[in-house]
């Protein structure tokens, strides 16, 4: 079974004499349950594996009684405790909390992986009861060399249909994949993720947020032209909530504009952006072969996958994602980190390219490297393949 680039760092953790619960973080659907399991199958550390998803909700004893199986497990060596979808359970992080500063008192070698598909009640639980007992390790959207090294899928096919591992296998059933993105993914995400956990008071105008951000994504949308769009009497500050709440959950991100100024950053107008272009092509109405054939929608899709790969890639990192415009002129991505800047513009088309928003830019910011990928600058596919580290 293939492994995830973070799985030896998974492995690391728990072979540390420092304990810290680990808490694997992500999106539906992103291999966080595969992974634990992967670490149990490994054979370096003896473990347990439970999840609260049932037809019915766990009490707080649920997790004491899985405790105390782990202690007596730990009683023959070091041993790890998985406690899946845990957030299911009122008030988890104290039980956690009482739990683990015991054994920690004690000596106990017990570790302890969390897993959990809300990401926002999860850091809620972290941040209230578990303050410098955790590390987060963020569980992202696979990448093309991820899906390409386990699935065999072409840069092509990665752009359209995206980096959802469960959906790899429905490519060559157009109908069936579109439903399980749709059905198994989106909804799931939106109704029990964001919805039940978190309060709401406009589900609809959330949800056709989410759609427009998918419609729009790679494109400047003020948060006016939006309301504009979606026809509700809500304000600018309800949907950049709202858009909040759907990067957290791994769908859709809003991306501000670098102005070397914080305050100017936060009052820009967002780039929007898909997390994973599984959802711009499960929403839209075009299929594959078309999209592919029609030069400015594929183009959107390149760009929304490059911007996708610098989203992902860089949250466990000191990097930041923007975008620039002034005047007419944009640079597609502005990465930071301290004082270092690189500017990237995406083709999709071997145009002679003239990137009038690359020098203007220039002229503005000290600008450490300026990238063009695709068309005669770097291919997709190496760019997509290489760790947004590697650029400063």
């Known amino acids: 079974m293939y492994k995830r680039a973070i799985y030896p760092i998974l492995q690391k953790r728990l072979s540390e004499k420092r304990r810290f619960i680990q808490v694997l973080?992500?999106?539906?659907?992103?291999?966080?349950?595969?992974l634990a399991q992967q670490i149990l199958k490994s054979g370096t550390i003896q473990g347990i594996y439970?999840?609260?998803?049932?037809?019915?909700l766990q009490p707080h004893s649920w997790i004491e009684q899985q405790w105390e199986f782990g202690r007596l497990e730990a009683k023959k060596g070091s041993t790890v405790l998985i406690l899946d979808e845990i957030q299911k359970i009122d008030n988890w992080s104290e039980t956690v909390k009482k739990l683990w500063d015991n054994d920690s008192l004690n000596n106990i070698p017990l570790y302890c992986i969390i897993l959990g598909s809300s990401p926002l009640l999860m850091q809620k639980g972290l941040s209230e009861s578990l303050t410098g007992r955790f590390e987060v390790i963020p569980v992202t959207h696979w990448s093309f060399q991820e899906m390409q090294n386990a699935f065999d899928i072409s840069l092509e096919q990665y752009i359209y249909y995206g980096g959802y591992p469960g959906a790899a296998e429905l490519i060559a059933e157009p109908d069936r994949w579109q439903n399980y993105i749709l059905h198994?993914?989106?909804?799931?995400t939106i109704s029990k993720d964001i919805l039940l956990m978190t309060r709401v008071d406009k589900p609809a105008l959330l949800r056709r947020l989410f759609e427009l951000g998918c419609q729009y994504s790679g494109q400047i949308l003020s948060f006016q032209k939006m309301l504009g769009q979606l026809k509700d009497a809500g304000n600018t500050t309800t949907l950049a909530n709202y858009l909040e709440l759907l990067g957290q959950a791994g769908l859709?991100?809003?991306?501000?504009?670098?102005?070397?100024?914080?305050v100017r950053q936060r009052a820009s107008s967002p780039k929007l952006q898909v997390l994973n272009t599984a959802l711009m092509a499960a929403l839209g109405n075009t299929r594959f072969e078309d999209t592919l054939n029609n030069n400015q929608l594929w183009g959107r899709f390149v760009e929304s996958a490059i911007g996708s790969h610098l989203a992902n890639s860089s949250r466990s990192t000191q990097i930041k994602v923007f975008y620039w415009s002034s005047r007419n002129r944009e640079v597609d991505f502005v990465l930071e980190k301290g004082d270092k800047l690189v500017a990237i513009e995406v083709k999709s088309h071997n145009k002679p390219a003239f990137l009038p928003g690359m020098d203007a830019f220039s002229n503005e910011f000290p600008v450490t490297k300026k990238l063009l990928v695709g068309g005669n600058g770097i291919p997709v596919a190496e760019f997509l393949t290489t760790p947004v580290t590697d650029w400063f």
């Open 184 to 188: 198994s993914l989106i909804e799931p």
């Open 252 to 262: 859709l991100t809003g991306l501000s504009k670098y102005a070397g100024q914080k």
């Open 25 to 34: 973080a992500g999106p539906r659907q992103t291999g966080k349950t595969t």
């Open 50 to 56: 439970a999840s609260a998803d049932g037809p019915t």
